[in-house]
């Protein structure tokens, strides 16, 4: 499943006509599957907590957004494969239906996994006719969901990557996912800078009608006064937090928010998520099994409660959404590794000769990168009309902002605006961080 | 899966040779594997609550069992296909390990089905090698674990059919095992009687050193007083619980043991595990699917609270196990239906012309019956030497006696000094009950 | 609140009139008030823990138990002080109306504790009505009820002492209940010996209409049979508890049962409940505040699972209540310390010069043994009628018996046949055991 | 308790002599007692939740503080009272100590409620003595930890009112805290106006050194960018959120976040906290026992999900706290109700014949005002040194911003840029909320 190409394009700007997103629709479906083919049946089945939904069901819900929102409403005759599917592969639509109940995913064996697959192309199909022969008067709204549907499996490809991680993790037997992901070429450490910002009145998020896709939650655009502030040039890396742990960053209170502090002592935190130490090395379990850590590679599985804690740590802070987006926004040398990679894991900052070394680089790809900002709506912020509206918007207390995409998003899926959020607990997901500081006089 | 002859015989009598235990251990090995061959791959993952274990791990731990009781230690040069195996398939064994923790059961993926298949053929090829050429000096011990094994082997099978229909009935499909299940015979309702013992002093349990096989906690032989008793001549109805129901059973407080009210009202309970009603008709889940009670058949998948209830209700008790059993080891008609009989259900009474129609019958088999005892040892109780003594004895608290086996009950395996034992809230097993009462004056 | 003399004489046979009752009911109120007497108003209100009552409820409760079940329906024109209390104060009586949640009994700062005496004593003024003049009718049932309410008050003296102990001992200050508790006379150790008993065919349990006072769950008398066996001639030391403790029982699960060994390990037992280790010495909370133990004195405060585990640790087991109760009626030497003696704390054998040393002692008082029985009803059990049947028998599940009563308990409360019960994990009561084993050939 | 007059002035400008400070420290501590005075000794025991302390609690706690901070540090040959007192009464200064579990607070019988009295005056009399002669070299520390413990007092004054009511609201006997409260004049409804607010980059927070006590979380003064807005002219009125209610606004999951539909119905919300229907009139529990509501006055006791479902159902929105600061810096008629009015309850608009009805007013008082704002800390923030450090800072995560104190308030104690914060599911505070949109073009 590893290549160097992206692994399929997404077009950049919104085409108008359904047609233009059948071929999109097919490479993305095709992705979801090769990205699961590695997978024992069983694999499919777990649950490993109850954030993380079976394989399975990802590959069965994000199928139901296409049956659910595309074709019962628009393809005309469409009958469903199986009725109990609306029920099943709901999310968390409350509007559209009682959703069964999240952290039951992992104990329904039926529908099987092949029955799932062929759920997944008997929906193909039907898609496939309706992109090509859409009804004119709804050309427009099939265009938009297509498109949305697109951006909903890509969101779960990245999830899929996340859950199949920690399911296998749990397993004593720490089975690698497969043993045919690229490995990346080798890094030279770079050390951390920092580039100042002059802040002022700065333009915020996207306008809902942009030529590019965007989500609700990233508009509308709106402005916002930054004070002075400087960024650091790259994510703190392994070695850095290592040295956090081994200065006891982890039994110190004083670092800690007092939420973040009970929660690593109740679940005796002492290090990221995956990791274990053997003698004076760190190890972490990666997608093709236990590694020693690259000192290199941006630190990955830690909460924004560990993020915060070892910014107050260094004597500095996380940036604010709005920081982070300036600075994405007028950085050229911004992109790091994404799924397209085949890595499936985080790694240090490749310098390319064009690079002014001096700006921050890898804000896109390689770790999420969690920031000091809450997840509340922009001002202005409108949600999707009808059950769509409960995509973005109804998560929007309890959870924080991450930015910038990671080593299991698709190249495509990705933008300096987009609006990424966990509760402060989290470490599941491929979610590191980055420095900031109020400028200096 | 379904047949009318004997699944397989087991020596009713208890050989000494490990040769001879050869063919009953094939046997018994074949009959695991062919409870399962219905099963999707997926359906052998599933953990559908903390007390039910995936058929894939029981599978895996009853080879563990001979692998850990026979082949390590009697079977020179036996190496284990794989070391894990050890502490993934160790159940409750403390002594023997550190057992993997059993609510996380259902989030293995690994080993898969087909490994789990491999290791089982594995061990099947070096037990065969052991039965056939048994180290003299350790020929007895030999023969007795292959026994033990043999036994415990076939509570698992029964396990497994529980468990089955446990994981497939929370499926919102409601998918059935088989479609080929043996279809019973009609039946004719049979009123219930009562039939007077003298009671005094009676002969309960059996010697540690008789000719045939029993648990330890079968043992030994030893004296109780009986007061003078009555018990019904058949397990309680379908028809008969609907009548409890019906009058208000579930919602009077003076019927239920404190705890069993608790219990009831916590976790909604008006009628038997998977029991749901349509207007005025009953259905409950089968592993043929949804189904129209039997008004006929005992009821079954009630609790001990359920079944203490019913009893007040009806002015009566249940009997002690030491009652019962005294009424079996007395009675010639005592045998019900097994999972010989390939229904998988309990069914009603079906008179035979040579039977005494006035005396107990169905005592062993269609539903295992509630007593008013708890387990706890027998005066004498000796618990099997290391390891193998955490088999039954440490479990003497807080569960009650069960006596007589089930339609899911192996014929070969169960006899009338048999104590089976759970908690009182359990409801996923085949239990129904009788009823009990002082003798009349 | 100690004296030497017993604290109050409640008739040993059982009056049949009203008026008989007049006295014995004053001295029980006037013993539950004097009990409370050391406590702060601040103390009356805590519940340390769900099984813990408040004091002030304990209070309430008793006095609402004779405005229920004696005022209510038997003194014509009585009003009740305030209609909301029978809603507070009933315990459990499901039957009777909604009992208040039990777990929510240490969040009520009202009735004050002035208010809950002046209920007392509101309610003892219409006590002393009814039973001076009763209505002739009903004469029989008032003396009855005045009798069990009686002891029911006793019942909550010992609670009281209990849950005072409990409250206390959770405050990091550990203050002590009173510095007036009466001292006990030196000990001399006894060495533990064993006295045979031949079995046979005994009587257990009592008559219902019996002359004395016994409670349903006494009766009826009946047979059992038991085999030959050994009871321990004391209960066992807090010196030989710690050659338990000190041998690695709590950390051997070979020596446990399951639940009590997942248990032990789940709530981190190393001793049992108030003791901590400093140095090489223990000390417990007492009532009179941290003291050094006393090697001699019975071990106390340990659950059931304890005392199984330090039984099958020392090659023995626990005698079953049967056993238990045909020693205790046969045995002349039987008496140890109770509430009477003022320690509230069990104390070592005292060995009087007319005793027959190889025989068992301190059979009653000093700490309440448990047993290896399951509290379950005797064959023939009734309870009583109405809402008083919910007294004992629904909670005939989830418990073990206890025999003798204790060092909180009246002398003229307990006797030989009386059945107390826990369930197997409580502490907090002043339970301990004594050994017992199978008749030695 | 009730009074016209301001219960106690607090300076309003920063003094920087410790003696300054002494009669300030006079006043609040006896208003503290007074707050008290109706309490029953029982009523200072209780902790109804694991976020209510017990009043005698708060009594010990803000006077450790005093001994903590001021006495033990500068008070040459302070001895305190009692040792054990740090270890119970620090509430959550993880750097000073290990805190007693909040949890258990309501466990605490001892001290008693006359030993904190006891405890309070002790340190006062400390207290008087460092006051009246601080050390030269520590004054300016001292004038300041005076005036942050005095500011702390009146803190926990508001949770005491807070605590106390929800306490006695708890107990089905429903008590008054007194019948003494001042009754409010009766009130006029006023229609709910908007005013516009032009926006820009706006100056928010104050400075850390100024002139005017401040907490650490309002600094340091900073700019934001605010779009054009409108804001209400009142909060939002019983009246109004009954509407709500009868529209069906508790079962309509568009209407709200995610996270408050799961908590509302695992909670069963159908209405704010201290609400319940007779017949088609709403009452609720107040301080002075239960009452209709009255129309007029601001709802309270509402959750921050309950505020923003209210805004999404008027299609409107909650302000931001930097828009809701912007406005109260800058509106003449800002006040409502405090503390010191003596109501303890929200009540309706009072319009002055001075006031420009068209602006925002009671913006201070009665209510607090959930913001849409996530507390999270000002660009600049620095935490107080040491453990004082631990005052605001780690309580920055799952919290929201709400602004302008409450009818439990002192009026000294509040001002426009006053940050207080609660999880969004609290409800036992006096919270409303006011309505906010994007200005019309």
Chains 1, 2, 3, 4 share one sequence.
């Not at 987006?325 to 007028?330: K, Q, R, S, V, Y």
Request: charged share 20%.
């Amino acid at each position: 499943m590893a290549q160097a190409e992206p692994l399929y394009p997404v077009p950049v700007e919104e085409p108008n006509a359904p047609e233009d997103w059948l071929q999109p629709f097919r490479d993305v479906r095709a992705v979801t599957e090769q990205l699961c083919s590695p997978l024992e049946t069983e694999d499919y089945v777990i649950q490993s907590m109850d954030d993380v939904s079976p394989p399975k069901w990802h590959l069965a819900h994000v199928t139901w957004f296409f049956e659910t929102f595309l074709l019962k409403p628009y393809l005309r005759g469409y009958v469903p494969l199986n009725d109990a599917y609306d029920h099943l592969f709901n999310s968390y639509y409350e509007t559209h239906g009682d959703p069964f109940p999240r952290p039951r995913r992992g104990i329904l064996s039926r529908p099987t996994v092949a029955e799932i697959y062929r759920y997944r192309h008997y929906v193909d199909e039907a898609m496939g006719l309706l992109l090509s022969n859409p009804p004119a008067e709804h050309s427009r709204t099939i265009a938009e969901r297509a498109c949305l549907g697109i951006h909903h499996e890509q969101q779960h490809q990245e999830l899929l990557v996340m859950d199949i991680k920690h399911i296998l993790a749990q397993n004593p037997l720490r089975p690698a996912y497969t043993n045919r992901l690229q490995t990346p070429p080798p890094r030279h450490p770079v050390a951390m800078g920092w580039y100042p910002y002059e802040g002022g009145v700065v333009s915020v998020g996207v306008e809902p009608d942009g030529e590019e896709f965007s989500f609700d939650n990233e508009q509308p655009a709106h402005r916002q006064y930054l004070e002075p502030f400087e960024l650091a040039t790259r994510p703190v890396t392994n070695q850095e937090f290592v040295h956090f742990i081994e200065q006891g960053g982890y039994r110190d209170p004083a670092l800690w928010l007092s939420d973040g502090w009970n929660l690593a002592r109740q679940e005796g935190w002492e290090a990221p998520l995956y990791w274990r130490q053997e003698g004076t090395q760190w190890w972490h379990y990666t997608l093709r099994g236990w590694c020693p850590i690259d000192p290199d590679a941006p630190v990955c599985h830690v909460s924004f409660y560990e993020a915060d804690a070892f910014a107050r740590w260094a004597g500095e802070r996380l940036p604010t959404e709005a920081e982070w987006e300036h600075a994405a926004t007028h950085t050229p040398n911004r992109h790091g590794n994404f799924l397209d990679s085949g890595y499936l894991q985080p790694v240090g900052t490749r310098v390319r000769h064009d690079f002014d070394k001096r700006r921050p680089g890898q804000l896109l790809g390689d770790v999420w990168e969690w920031t000091g900002s809450a997840y509340r709506p922009y001002p202005g912020f409108r949600a999707l009309s009808g059950s769509l509206g409960e995509y973005n918007g109804k998560f929007m207390s309890g959870q924080m902002v991450l930015r910038g995409g990671c080593c299991a998003t698709p190249a495509s899926h990705i933008r300096p605006t987009y609006r990424n959020f966990f509760p402060p607990s989290a470490r599941w997901a491929f979610s590191g961080f980055r420095l900031a500081r109020e400028a200096r006089q």
